[in-house]
């Protein structure tokens, strides 16, 4: 069961490579709030050195 929307998703899919070549794609859930969209840092242009 996809946790976002409860569906269930089976597990076991059979697609032939015709299929996957014609386009045919698995039923698989999104690929959207899987990974965490890191805060950008504002370049100063200034090299930090170590001291």
């Known amino acids: 069961m ?10 076991l899919q059979i697609i032939t490579v015709g299929e996957l070549l ?3 794609k698995p039923d698989m859930p999104t ?3 899987t990974f965490a ?4 840092i504002e ?3 200034h090299q930090l ?3």
């Open 2 to 11: 996809w946790a976002l929307n409860g569906q269930l998703f089976p597990k």
């Open 43 to 45: 370049d100063t242009g």
């Open 49 to 51: 050195t170590f001291g």
């Open 31 to 33: 690929e959207y709030g």
């Open 22 to 24: 014609a386009g045919k």
């Open 37 to 40: 969209q890191a805060p950008r």
